[in-house]
């Protein structure tokens, strides 16, 4: 049973930082690709980062590259996302997702399980 909890999320200023943690059950965060995924109000769901569990390869959405950062921590089986400059435009609810291995897309339909969610707002 794969289990993903996200937390960090809140409401921050244009510019700020925030870091979302993603903690997740048994070994998933060495063993399979975890990925960020946001969804805004009327928008569709954007992959916004991935990381790769063998060789740590990392992919970013264009509207986060340079500002956003994808880490894991395999021994605390917790993956982070560090949000720098933050815009408004990055408000959304964002969700921790993993797959069996990464595409090298960021699409979200690619993956099988998710958090439930928490929520960014940059004003």
């Known amino acids: 049973h794969v289990q993903l909890v996200e937390s960090g999320g809140g409401s921050v200023q244009a510019g700020r930082s925030l870091r979302l943690s993603c903690a997740s059950s048994?070994?998933?965060?060495?063993?399979?690709?975890m990925g960020w995924v946001r969804q805004a109000p009327g928008k569709e769901r954007e992959g916004v980062a991935a990381?790769?569990?063998?060789?740590?390869?990392?992919w970013y959405g264009d509207s986060v590259k340079g500002r956003f950062t994808i880490s894991q921590d395999n021994a605390k089986n917790t993956v982070y996302l560090q949000m720098n400059s933050l815009k408004p435009d990055d408000t959304a609810m964002y969700y921790c997702?993993?797959?069996?291995?990464?595409?090298?897309?960021?699409?979200?339909?690619?993956?099988?399980?998710w958090g439930q969610g928490t929520q960014v707002t940059v004003s």
């Open positions: 990381i790769s569990p063998g060789s740590g390869r990392r």
């Open positions: 997702a993993a797959r069996g291995y990464c595409s090298g897309r960021l699409r979200p339909d690619e993956y099988n399980y």
């Open positions: 048994g070994s998933i965060v060495s063993t399979m690709c």
